[in-house]
């Protein structure tokens, strides 16, 4: 867990998945996969095996909070970090997220050009 390469981003929004993925990648040289849905996610994360998972919070089916206790329930990626991304950022909330379980919340909408340096500044915190 040196380096960050693989990122799983959950999103059920078509635009924002496309805009996120395209800044993750063009902009911070991620491998990103996409998926559209919390149950996708728990199908596709072992075999994509990602070092970060960025995930929605509100989702239809299985929200954020939902995916992460079925992602942590899993040995797989009992231990692989998670950063929310919400509009939902009062301070409550964030607070709620983080006893979730997610290292951080990214607010949405979210600014392309810097999303990954938001993603590595968070990564980087965790391992100092």
Known sequence: ????????????????????????EM???????VCSSGEEALQEVRSFAP????????MPGMDGPGTLRALRAMPATARVPVAFMTAKVQP????????LGALDVI??????MTLSTRV??????QHG
Not at 27 to 33: H, R
Not at 52 to 58: A, G, R
Not at 92 to 99: I, Q, S
């Open 27 to 33: 902009v911070g040289g991620f491998q990103v996969k």
């Open 92 to 99: 409550e909330e964030v607070e709620h997220y983080r006893a």
């Open 107 to 112: 607010a949405k909408p979210f600014d392309p």
């Open 51 to 58: 070092d970060l998972i960025l995930l929605d919070v509100m």
């Open 1 to 24: 867990m040196n380096s960050l390469e693989r990122i799983l981003y959950v999103e059920d929004e078509p635009d924002i998945q496309a805009v996120a993925a395209m800044a993750l």
């Open 120 to 125: 590595r500044d968070i990564w980087a915190a």
